[in-house]
Nanobody, 114 residues
Framework: QVQFVESGGGLVQPGGSLTLSCTAS????????AAWARQAPGKQREYIAR???????LYAESVKGRFTISRDDAKNTLYLQMNNLKTEDTATYYC????????WGQGTQVTVSS
């Protein structure tokens, strides 16, 4: 099974930006659909963005136009560039193989607050 390690979270003010990174072991190239998901306090985890190994991407409506997912298979890394952050983006963010039953990583906490 692929293991994921997320990083890059932190505290940011509304309107700010943050870039999350995720390394996959043994490699991300074997994953057809690599995705970012998030879980806010008291809510279910939800997928918010996914990127295929062929270059296509898809976003949840809540982040469309603000977040950008990208993958660098050579560096074994998945990224999530987050712009114009809102307080409702506060959550723990995870990377994962989209819709798989594999293990989840520890995630990285993003807090948007003034």
């Amino acid at each position: 099974q692929v293991q994921f390690v997320e990083s890059g979270g932190g505290l940011v003010q509304p309107g700010g930006s943050l870039t999350l990174s995720c390394t996959a072991s043994p490699n991300i190239a074997s994953i057809d659909l690599a995705a970012w998901a998030r879980q806010a306090p008291g809510k279910q985890r939800e997928y918010i963005a996914r990127a295929s190994k062929y270059g296509s991407t898809l976003y949840a409506e809540s982040v469309k136009g603000r977040f950008t997912i990208s993958r660098d298979d050579a560096k074994n890394t998945l990224y999530l560039q987050m712009n114009n952050l809102k307080t409702e983006d506060t959550a723990t963010y995870y990377c994962h193989e989209y819709n798989s039953c594999g293990n989840w990583g520890q995630g990285t906490q993003v807090t948007v607050s003034s």
